[in-house]
């Protein structure tokens, strides 16, 4: 018996050597630009070229701790960038630059570190963001979960770009940008604590492409990518903060048929998984069909579909036609969905 | 899907709806409008889920039954698991169900909160694994529901017994569906014109279980499946006998349920589980001969006695108005708690919690009420 | 109650212990299939159960499963259709 | 036996309606300002008012895993601004907006999770930063340990400000705004494992404030904070990137008399221990009693001593000199220092 | 710091310099460079903390001795604390100084990260009351050190007995200093003048245990304490002892070392630990009765037996100096791997390890060398 | 080797346990007083001890300290007072 593969030990976390070469070997060399290179505690940023491209910031910031690590379709890394990427480019921003905080578990294998690092490089290229920033904490072990990882992301907002759920009109149409509900059910199966298998993938996508792509198609009131919560939540948010009624209509989802599968199977409701590569978008009527083409021609938005209507009234409300035109409330989901027996 | 996209065609459901409408219109005004009872919380989820109630003619109105085993579960029963958790340090194992049911002491996710060991399983197989991964703790899986689930727990059982795992248990609360429909056609104050049987159970006990139904208070039953077509194609039936003035147990569900029921389920339960003198239910209080509980050679793997527990029983919530939901009286919205110190996020009855209560399918799909 | 999901049967996994995988839109699962174990097991692939918390409890049968599609596709004001499908005398 | 104190649970963290009621109750209502109110996913933030202020950013992030959460001195709510505020002052920026994410261990007590928020509220207050966007993960028992805070930061770099390791010459004096060591022996005063105890406070502060006296009193060469791994870390780190000697005088070092009692019944250096409110200065040597001066003369800085000289060889070395003026080098440390018997 | 800093005043230093001086050029200049062993380890630490290598004369130079716990701990040793946390599940205890030592295995801390359940802890004591807070587990504490840490272990196993605790073991790796000394005496190869003695060894053990090297070997020891003046006024007085061709057990640290050491310690000693027949030295091989173990009456709380550990022997890494340099056969940086196999970061020797580590010093301090 | 620290004795906690509190630098720590327990404990409060892995190993004696410091301050040519200072017989 000897030593085992190489593994995170306190010492990478203690703000010494150990911790120093893991900062230059793993994450300079993969994220890869000059002012992560200086190992500053910060990053500078000119304002120059942030001024070129809009009149405001949009600054976001979201932590990660997905179980497993890795899953079909990605990784927490890759989740990590999309994430952030995602909620800056909700404001119609073009996301720039993006910091990164690990905090991990003493014994990660540093095989698993690296890949999830080359995947947050990998799709970073992708989002064109750069990772100019970051921390790194190690934990004992049992004082969490493998790893998180926290980003934070810069955009600028174009001075015509005005988006936000404050602005959504009744007549307005909403439009998901393909089917629902792939995250969520990709994790559950990648868990296998349910020891259920399957093809699925997770949809995690960066969305600001996508975003461009919708803009320059014509104006759109607010977006909001459907993670945590799913589309249900997203619907009732936006119903609340405009103060408008949502009806959703359930034939006109787009739904992978693994994920109806695992829905049926454990009693969950697929409009309240959570998803990682789509969006809610809430668009004026006129420029519907307009801002539908566009997304359906770009690749992250290829099944988009028009899947309900705002009207004035009741305020704050969602609701979900059925099958056979009754319709149904879907509040804001209580608590997390736990798969049911009855 | 297979099985149940063919039960949801739109075209099936306006032609079916027309033939609700003609039977009706041949029974006696005076009688409308009809009370249907489905029994089970299945029928209640897919009846607002589809909202086949707003489809529904003004002579027709549904009364939601006592067949959620969630619904029904007492407080006591919830705080015995809790206790089982928290002062005898078991790995209390049970359905997602179950978690956010209140008891006295708080709920299963509350406990698990404050550090007791809770998970969620999809089986009580999956119970049975942990309880093989891990022998050093005690693993309790925590069994409910009605016959469709105890076969489960009693197939279970038997692969333990046979394994000899020994620190595995069950906690049990199984109940049966006959007892709280006779204790409902008992109770004088309600008036309830046929049933829609419950579909699964029945796959497992057969037809016969509610022939007294039929010969003792000349009611009609129609077990159904649990799609749309499925509802409405059993209510037809049911309002059809209606009309001719016939009270006999029908089965719409014929694709699953077998008139005797599958064979080797009643077996074993039959060798695990005993009738239990008596059992409480929420709402309903307690019934007689109405819940299961192991026999003796099941004994060593009993929860209750290998940790001395002592049952507590315990009151209903003030205000609380599950019991005259359960039985018909109310409707969901009458409960003065309802919508306001009764929601989902915090449930004071348990018709809250499960999306198969009444209460909970009401403050959810309330758009239609 | 009793949430019941119809699974296309795939694999025998375990003659002794009765499991076999079930198969739902593509998602697969070990199920217990003591409850419809027939004397050849071979007779239970491609064959649909309805599965409830790890456990097949019973088959579909598809013969009656056209006959109640039949009969719901045959309604629209002919009455002794649905007379024929509400006899006791069911061929299940 | 009822129900305990009310506590943190996962439905919380799940996208829905409790953790709607978390964000606006306890995030929204501390932290106070109008983009955060507006509960989107990001804030946007105008970049006339940055444009007026200076022509970089300065962004900076940090996760905050410390045990216990409350300790004499702070707690890690105070810690996770000071540190990201600090991170961002180090460059010469005013910083001016936070960003704040949790992760939260369900059964937190929510009157904990309260405190703690507030904590941060005053001192993001105090040091005149606003928390604009945030986000919140809970996890199951034992995923992590109680709470983790992770932080970003955004400030603005005047023009005529440029701080970094790499513009440290010979000659250069290094100047410690206080004692050093206070916050890693609170800390493991307060953990309580080794059973020690004492009178001991973390000096977790924000030092802004002290960087624009100091600014306001001289040219600064490069600023650090010196956190994990110590003034031993910081000083390593600018030796090798501005590939200098750093000379320090034992001597010279500020040390809480508790500190020292703490280092020499586990065999601790003073050096390697973290601090979270001290800062590390290189100035130019004409300018050197001028910046002290100023240090003193702020309530951050009132124990500012020089502690060292730049040379130019040998480079990237940093060394010691003794009381009986023997040096010895002072190497990047390796790993955490662990109480030691010998 | 009472007791410290008057030990450490500048004037007094130069003054004792001056004394050193003067005694030196008594000595026959062909006996010079003089040398002299600081047998402990903590002497090693503060003759580089405080450079004083750089203030003495050409004529003195230092060996550094055997006399650190850590630096002497063999492979097979930290294997076998490695096995007991890896394959018998036991929480292991042990001081922080253990952490980082390489076995075969790795080092505890690499087993740490990899899962097993490895405690820092400040005192024996400490881990015994872990063992009390989890009466579940086995707690096993990794005993290692002289006669200064022994008489901890062996009040904390007293303790033990008397509480009757029973998930409570020792794993023993506690040895004494005389053996080493007379190992490294009887080495043919090693020329040394004399020899400062470690203080806090002494203050348990008295002087008398050196006398078979004044008597024996004819060399000057002067026990003393671990501030700057306290080791150069004992230097003076080994150099003094040269000059007149003295050899005498000399105590310059009366402040704390009696000269019949302490009897409570003795005794309590004496009860637990009896001298094993052989044990392994890092560096020095197999010394016969150089280590302790314990005694009949305190088997039940011997790790080694309670969980039939069968002690692994293994030899030391290729090219590993670590020999030559406990017996001043050579310096550090002499060694092959001085500096780019063995590191701090990444020991190859346990001399590397421990600050108190002759290799680690020189690697530590090496502005001075 | 053997880190060993002078502390002093501020209060006995527990005669049975024969445990006090000491303090190094206004930093307290509970140990071990088996080693140096006298007949009667109050006589240790106020007392230096040497504290190694959380044990009290020897009283320090302030006696010999200061003839030590003494013996330090003399020297400067002062030959004979190391001399006296080495003597086998002690006064410790
Ligand atoms: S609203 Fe709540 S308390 Fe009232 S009947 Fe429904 S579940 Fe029971
Ligand atoms: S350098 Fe390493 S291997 Fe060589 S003697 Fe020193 S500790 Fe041993
Ligand atoms: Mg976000
Ligand atoms: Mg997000
Ligand atoms: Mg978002
Ligand atoms: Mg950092
Ligand atoms: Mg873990
Ligand atoms: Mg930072
Ligand atoms: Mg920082
Ligand atoms: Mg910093
Ligand atoms: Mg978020
Ligand atoms: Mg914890």
Redesign the interface.
Known sequence: MLREEECITLAHGSGGQAMQQLIEQYFVAAFDNAELALMEDQAQLPLASLNGAGDRLSFATDSFVVDPLEFPGGDIGKLAVCGTVNDVAMAGAIPRYLSCSFIIEEGLPLATLERIVASMARTAREAGVQIVTGDTKVVHRGACDKLFINTSGIGVVPGDRQLGARHIQPEDRVIVSGTVGDHGAAILQARGELALSGELQSDCQPLNGLVEAMLAAGPVRALRDATRGGVAAVANEMASVAQVSIELEEAALPLHPEVRGVSEILGLDPLLMANEGKLIAVVPPQHCDAILAAMQAHPAGREAAVIGTVAAAPAGQVSVVGLFGGSRLLPMPVGEQLPRIC | ????D?????Q??K??L??IH?QLERVDPARKPLQIMEV???HTHAI????????LPDGIEFVHGP????CVLPRGRIDDAITLAQQHDVMLCS???A??VPG???SL??A????ADIR?V?????ALALARQHPERQVVFFAL??E??A??TA?TLQ?AKREGIENFSVLCHHITIGPPLRAILDDPGIRIDGFIG????S??TGERVYDFIAEQYNKPL?IAG?E??DLL?AL??VV??IADGDS?I???Y??????DG?P??QQ?MAEVFQTAPQSDWRGLGSIPHSGLMLTEAFAPWDAERRFGLDRRSVAEPEGCGCAAVLRGLMKPNQCALFGTACQ??TPVGALMV???GACAAY??????N | MCLGIPAQIQSIDDAERQTVTVAVNGVQRQVNAACIWPAEPEQLLGQWAVIHVGFALGLLSEAEAEATLAALKAVGGLEHELADLAGPEGTA
């Open positions: 899907m297979r099985f149940v063919e039960f949801r065609d739109p099936a459901v032609a079916t027309a033939q003609q089970c919380g299945g607002f889920k589809f909202a086949l109630g707003q489809l067949g959620c085993p969630v359905y997602g169900d978690l956010r006295d002491l708080g996710q509350d698990k909160a404050r550090g969620v999809y089986s009580p197989l999956d529901g009605f469709t689930t076969p489960a197939l692969q419950p579909g699964h159970v796959m497992i129609v649990f749309p077509l194609q037809a039936m059809a006998q006999r029908d089965n719409q014929r694709r699953a349920v077998h008139s599958n080797v389920a074993a989902p996020q499960s999306s198969e403050y959810q799909y309330r758009a239609e």
